[in-house]
């Protein structure tokens, strides 16, 4: 458990960095090439708030590990966890895949590989949550066992 | 509840306070007075065999069906 918190720590420092990089690689874009200079500032915001999500994921992680090590893991409390970690999910691949489809759509620029992009952020954030919903299921399933065990004498 | 737990008239025919019964059992009080009261939903095989040892009876002495409709 110390080794996945240290993990955790890890992942919120790099992101804190991630989120530090993302608007001066958009500066930088911006004043390569001036046409795009007008999105540098709501790309870096949406950068920013997708990287927010994974960081608020990762606070989810952390306050189910606590409910694990403190044997609260089979309470209904851990499904809400479950949920966030979900709706983090999907909304970080939605506005990756909202940035990307803006770029080709409303700007008119970017080539394949942007639209690549929006669908693998798509595909992805789509199995995430899927998969994040059949655990909830579980966890559900887990939670009402438990509780039928717990009344037996 | 069809299945009643009559645990009041064994513990009075071998004269034995709740306290010290749950304390032989093994049970919480807290789960006995469960018992008794008839509310207990599920009860272990393992439970019964020690009350059983401890009141020196048959299940059948502490378990009695009775029909819902009544």
């Known amino acids: 458990m110390a080794w996945l918190r240290f993990l955790l720590i890890l992942v919120l420092v790099g992101s804190v960095l991630g989120q530090l990089l993302i608007p001066l690689i958009a500066a930088d874009e911006g004043r390569r090439a001036p046409e795009v200079s007008h999105l540098v500032v709501p790309y870096s915001v949406a950068g920013i708030l997708a990287v927010a999500c994974l960081q608020a994921a990762v606070a989810c ?59 693998a952020a798509v595909v992805a954030g789509g199995a995430f949550v899927l998969l994040m919903i059949v655990m909830r299921g579980l966890l559900a399933v887990a939670i009402s066992d438990r509780a039928e065990l717990a009344e037996v004498i | 509840m069809p299945i009643i737990v009559d645990l009041d008239v064994m513990l009075a025919r071998r004269k034995m306070s709740v306290g010290d019964f749950a304390l032989r059992v093994g049970l919480s009080p807290a789960n006995v007075a469960v018992l008794k009261n008839g509310r207990a939903k599920a009860i272990r095989f393992t439970t019964l065999e020690r009350i059983c040892d401890v009141l020196d009876c048959q299940p059948g002495d502490i378990l009695r069906w009775e029909s819902a409709s009544e």
């Open chain 1, 61 to 119: 992680i952390w306050a189910l590990l606590g409910m694990v090590e403190s044997g609260r893991i089979y309470t209904r409390r851990a499904l809400r966890w479950v949920e966030a970690i979900a709706w983090c999910g999907g909304l970080a691949a939605a506005i990756c895949a909202a940035t990307g489809a803006h770029l080709v759509a409303w700007e008119g620029i970017g080539g394949p590989g942007v639209v690549l992009g929006g669908v």
